[in-house]
């Protein structure tokens, strides 16, 4: 992978939401069979907001400044810090915008407010003048080492990483321990999962197997999108204001019609440390460890950190300050 891009004008944009935020708080509610109670941590800890979306966009300006402008997708909402990071941004020629919901889902208002990421990750490459070639991060994506565009695209295609994998129905094994269990009476997990959000892309691409993500950014050609989505009808995708076993994940959309078009570089390497869990405190050091010697790895992704205990979660913390 050793070509590069030419004059390529990279976008990069995140999809936030602060959890925090009362009058959110009031608005997903409005919307749910059983209502979450933000006074219980229980309920309302996979919700907070600890401060990410600082870290993600300062990471992106100190280690990606290649990246045009930076957009913030959310509903309503602004970072506390936006004009600071803002500034930030600009010091570094890189440009920082809030596009609220409404924007992405203009001609299709009768969707909002929508809690629902494959939903409102199926809008992004409706955001006003964002380039060709753009990169989704959630906010738990960060970047911790100098990259470069041909980390995401390589002479204009995408570069997708991931597994080859075959569809769920299509594996016997996985299959038959369902039946079993089926016969035993033991429940099988029936929320939409990661892994079949994505199957459902690559199917609507209409390929045969699939290329499993794990969590770091996607590299996407907007006109991909476009293209596609002339002939076939979004709302079918963004009508669910909750998570629904029939969405498709678009950036895995994106990467199968890439596939079948054969406009791509795919490779096994993610160069992700992902985290997950927190309870060893010793392996979330460890790992840490093994990040920074590893010129291997550039992503790195802290899903739900809010549900680290206090200990390690200001260690995480104080090493990401400290890099950005």
């Not at 500034?87 to 440009?95: E, M, P």
């Not at 002479?155 to 035993?184: C, M, Q, V």
């Not at 990661?194 to 770091?216: D, I, M």
């Not at 291997?296 to 680290?308: D, G, H, P, R, V």
């Amino acid at each position: 992978m050793k070509e590069k891009n030419h004059n390529i004008q990279l976008d990069a944009v995140i999809t936030w939401v602060d959890g925090n935020d009362k009058k959110w708080q009031e608005k997903i509610n409005q919307h749910l069979e059983v209502k979450i109670d933000f006074s219980k941590k229980k309920e309302s800890v996979r919700f907070n907001s600890i401060g990410e979306i600082n870290i993600a966009i300062k990471s992106i300006i100190k280690y990606a400044p290649f990246f045009k402008n930076i957009y913030l997708v959310t509903d309503e909402q602004i970072p506390d810090d936006f004009e600071s990071l803002k500034a930030l941004g600009k010091s570094s020629g890189v440009n920082l915008e809030i596009i609220d919901h409404k924007v992405i889902f203009k001609g299709f208002e009768e969707f909002l407010p929508c809690f629902n990421s494959s939903s409102i990750e199926c809008m992004l490459f409706k955001i006003p003048n964002l380039s060709e070639h753009f990169v989704i991060f959630n906010d738990d994506f960060f970047i911790m080492k100098t990259m470069q565009p041909n980390d995401f695209f390589i002479n204009d295609k995408p570069i997708i990483r991931g597994l080859w994998k075959s569809f769920n129905e299509d594996r016997k094994i996985r299959n038959a321990y369902h039946k079993l269990l089926t016969l035993t009476g033991k429940p099988i997990k029936k929320n939409p999962s990661f892994k079949e959000l994505q199957q459902n892309g690559a199917k609507l691409a209409g390929t045969k197997r699939y290329v499993r993500r794990f969590h770091s950014p996607y590299p996407v050609r907007k006109s991909t999108l476009v293209n596609f989505f002339e002939n076939y009808d979004i709302t079918n995708n963004i009508k669910y204001k909750f998570r629904n076993k029939k969405n498709f994940f678009i950036f895995s959309l994106s990467d199968h019609l890439e596939v079948k078009n054969n406009n791509y570089y795919f490779t096994s390497n993610t160069k992700l440390t992902y985290f997950r869990s927190y309870k060893n405190h010793f392996m979330v050091k460890l790992k840490l460890f093994w990040y920074d010697i590893n010129k291997s790895k550039l992503f790195i992704t802290f899903q739900s950190l809010e549900m680290a205990d206090t200990k390690t979660q200001e260690y995480i913390l104080n090493w990401l300050d400290k890099k950005i």
